[in-house]
């Protein structure tokens, strides 16, 4: 019934090319869930579906989610899903949803809830953040729904991004994160330059994770009433401005013996987890 | 001068078939070390060297290593380079080492010093562990990497591994470790069933690490002078024997929110990461 070429499943071509997936789903407003699990967490965190793509064998489990969907559910065979994605999809359903606009970093901070509003967090106010994760630059988009994972699991209430920060909703970034990047209110910063004022002007002590060994142990760390942790990109870490900026700076301890040997760092992910688990202490 | 079949370059073959690599790499008693950094690692650790493959462009930068060499250098180009690897091997530069025989549980717990004794740590005695990491079962290379990476750099002093866990020296697990495997001490259960009696009685207190958040936080254990944390595998955790054979579960305080929304568990890398820091507080 549906070729990999049918205008229909626009949404979901060549889901393995990261430069043409960044601009198209952009243009059209969209992010791609992966997954049951994943799909089902993105519309009970009120993202509107745009249409499935399934293989026969999920139609069957995700028949309540599909009843509403008209004919916007595109059911094919597992080499036409293949020839259409560009890839092997393992968990044999994907859903094209509808993006909606990110709150600001202002309403962020003044707890905004998380977007769009879910059954779940629908009309109540939402309690403003107190700690909160600001991301400079990552790149990674499995980095990124790594950490998002960390920080929704761990309490942390809100995560800001840097201007260019690799994207949350990308089908990586939401697969990696099973589905925590819906459950976690976020803001993109207008601004890298002026990025930490305004966390500053909301009163937050901002903290910034340095491997440097002469920086406070994030778990002595005196820590205020609104408190919002820096991490830096993959590489080279956060940028000597906001480094330079940030009120103070905080590290992980390492092992001495480890440092000598070579072994003189943690990697993103494993530093973004323990330094969330110790700002939510 | 070579090309892909040539019989001195099998060391190297189908670096991407894992079974195929497994069975070669137990039979031929050698694992592969990839890229300048990790392969002087692997040295400076005191593996022996059995050859050396490399593009042209990497001879230069490890001229010091491959001196002593003679005609176990082979330089190739780029494309015989992915031809034998079955990938394009973008840090340009393969060592097989030589595996050495893996200490007991009973030496590490001693103190023994990492396998081989490498220039760091040769003749000296080493102090008993107090502080060590059991993995039990872990499946994925690159989980076993990452772990060994936060331990190492977090002040672990050793890792004992269940029977069947991944190998720390296949190569993607020595690679995600940044050869971390090499700087710190570990062996290998002979025995699941009786695994933790031998920790016992060498005084260890036993924490399994579970999702169960009516087992005591990390942070709040109280700590003995020996101290061993269990960490199960990546989609079931701890086998049951194991967890209640434990003297105490513990776990990481997860988010009500969170797991309200269905983000109830951190991943194993994460979970180790932070267990490991609150393990050597």
């Not at 293989?55 to 595109?74: H, K």
């Not at 005196?222 to 820096?230: F, I, N, S, T, V």
Request: aromatic letters at 6%.
């Amino acid at each position: 019934m549906f070729n990999a070429s049918d205008p229909r499943l626009a949404d979901y071509a060549n889901l393995r090319d990261v430069e043409l997936r960044k601009s198209l789903e952009v243009e059209h407003g969209l992010f791609i869930a992966e997954g049951e699990k994943v799909i089902r967490r993105a519309v009970a965190a009120g993202y509107p579906v745009r249409s499935v793509l399934l293989t026969r064998r999920w139609a069957d489990s995700l028949a309540d989610l599909l009843d509403g969907l008209g004919d916007r559910v595109y059911v094919v065979d597992d080499d036409v899903m293949e020839g259409i994605a560009g890839f092997p999809v393992h968990r044999g359903a994907l859903a094209a949803m509808e993006r909606r606009e990110l709150p600001s970093v202002d309403e962020i901070l003044r707890g905004a809830p998380r977007t769009p509003a879910g059954p779940r967090n629908e009309g109540g106010p939402v309690r403003p953040p107190r700690r909160v994760l600001v991301l400079e630059d990552l790149v990674d988009h499995g980095n990124v729904g790594a950490i998002f994972r960390c920080a929704a699991a761990l309490g942390v209430e809100a995560v800001i991004l840097s201007p260019r920060c690799a994207d949350p909703l990308y089908r990586r970034s939401v697969k990696v994160s099973m589905g925590a990047v819906f459950a976690i209110p976020y803001a993109r910063m207008a601004n890298w330059y002026e990025g930490l004022a305004e966390l500053r002007t909301a009163g937050f002590q901002t903290l910034a994770l340095t491997p440097d060994q002469s920086a406070t142990p994030m778990d002595e760390v005196d820590m205020g009433e609104r408190a919002a942790l820096l991490l830096g990109s993959e590489g080279d870490g956060l940028s000597s401005r906001w480094l330079h900026e940030a009120d103070e700076p905080v590290c992980i301890p390492m092992s001495a013996t480890a440092m000598g040997m070579g072994v003189d760092s943690l990697n993103v992910v494993a530093a973004a987890a323990i330094a969330c688990h110790s700002l939510v202490r």
